[in-house]
T-cell receptor, first 115, second 115 residues
């Protein structure tokens, strides 16, 4: 069965510190994509970063980077120099690359940045 | 950057009434999704369209929910009759392809309250 696990229901982090949000996944498909989304309290779901299972390098997008450890089936999101505006729910999601399977979502982590 | 448009932003309705949500995807995006999200949980796929065809509606409660995308562009999701348990955020998303590497881009969502 395909599954995403986010073990941190909530996190408090001091402003300007780096943050690591954990995500582990389970799949038998050899090719898949991993996504991270941010959902502020206003409700919109914002795409942050994508990692393909065959990508050789970890994905980076501005202050966001993905620590991809394929053997451990881990795809942690790292936010550098956190800002107050980073306070939100963060969701990890996965989908096989060559099929029409729906996106599998984790339960999310609520991140609160303290001033 | 082009956005997914959704309306209304908020909707309050009484149980047993009909309610409809509208979504206009990013231009050129062939794949359109409707999700339902209960507060504090990950999104749940209701229906997926490829152009005007339904690809997956296995999670859509078809006795009361219907969705259409007649010309393969904008889409409408309807609930009739609404029940108290339908109170949730309804998110529309689109992607340029069905493959796992294509990120979903979401609209701002419709927050539905059924009284």
């Amino acid at each position: 069965a395909q599954k995403i696990t986010q073990t941190q229901p909530g996190m408090f982090v001091q402003e300007k510190e780096a943050v690591t949000l954990d995500c582990t996944y389970d799949t038998s498909d050899p090719s898949y994509g991993l996504f991270w989304y941010k959902q502020p309290s206003s409700g919109e779901m914002i795409f942050l970063i994508y990692q393909g299972s065959y990508d050789q390098q970890n994905a980076t997008e501005g202050r966001y980077s993905l620590n991809f450890q394929k053997a451990r089936k881990s795809a942690n999101l790292v936010i550098s120099a956190s800002q107050l505006g980073d306070s939100a729910m963060y969701f990890c999601a996965m989908r096989p690359l060559n099929s029409n399977y729906q996106l599998i979502w984790g339960a999310g982590t609520k991140l609160i940045i303290k001033p | 950057e082009a956005e997914v448009a959704q309306s209304p932003r908020y909707k309050i309705t009484e149980k047993s009434q009909a309610v409809a949500f509208w979504c206009d995807p990013i231009s050129g995006h062939a794949t359109l999704y409707w999700y339902r999200q209960i507060l504090g949980q990950g999104p749940e796929l209701l229906v997926q369209f490829q152009d005007e065809s339904v690809v997956d509606d296995s999670q859509l409660p078809k006795d009361r929910f219907s969705a259409e995308r007649l010309k393969g562009v904008d889409s409408t999701l309807k609930i009739q009759p609404a029940e108290l348990g339908d109170s949730a955020m309804y998110l529309c998303a689109s992607s340029s392809g069905q493959g796992g590497h294509s990120p979903l881009h979401f609209g701002n969502g419709t927050r539905l309250t059924v009284t």
